[in-house]
Nanobody
Framework: QGQLRESGGGSLQPGGSLSLSCAGS????????MAWFRQAPGKQREGIAA????????YYASSVRGRARLVRNYARDIIYFTLNNLKPEDSGMYYC??????????????????WGQGTQVNVSA
C-alpha cells in the first residue's frame, strides 16, 4: 500500500460534487488499469470506476453511472474522478487501485495489486 497517492475527499453536501485524483508511481507502471473503489462501514469494498492505462474508455458501476466521470492524464500518470449529485450513500472510504488485468473483472478488488491508503468522503446536510 501507499504506492498510489490519492487527494481530494472530505465533507460534502448532498447534491454537491466530489473530485478525487490519484497519481501512480514507478512501482505501478506495469499496470494496465487503474480504478476507484469505495467502502462504507460494515460493507464490502465496491468498485465504482476503472480505466485502461493506455487507451480506452472508462467503465462505471451502476451505482455511479450517469453521475461519474473518470479521465486519465497519460503523460503524468494521474487519474481524475468526479462524482456529481452526491448522495449520503456515497459516503465511505475511497481507494485508488492499479493492476494488470487479464480479464474484464474491473471491479473485483483482487484484480488489483497496488492500492492507495484511502481518502474519507462524508456526504451529509
Amino acid at each position: 500500500q501507499g504506492q498510489l497517492r490519492e487527494s481530494g475527499g472530505g465533507s460534502l453536501q448532498p447534491g454537491g460534487s466530489l473530485s478525487l485524483s490519484c497519481a501512480g508511481s514507478d512501482s505501478t507502471r506495469g499496470s494496465n488499469h487503474m480504478a476507484w473503489f469505495r467502502q462504507a462501514p460494515g460493507k464490502q469494498r465496491e468498485g465504482i470506476a476503472a480505466i485502461p492505462t493506455r487507451a480506452g474508455s472508462a467503465y462505471y458501476a451502476s451505482s455511479v453511472r450517469g453521475r461519474a466521470r473518470l479521465v486519465r492524464n497519460y503523460a503524468r500518470d494521474i487519474i481524475y474522478f468526479t462524482l456529481n449529485n452526491l448522495k449520503p450513500e456515497d459516503s465511505g472510504m475511497y481507494y485508488c487501485a492499479a493492476g494488470f488485468l487479464d480479464s474484464t473483472n474491473w471491479f473485483r478488488p483482487t484484480s488489483y495489486r497496488h492500492w492507495g491508503q484511502g481518502t474519507q468522503v462524508n456526504v451529509s446536510a
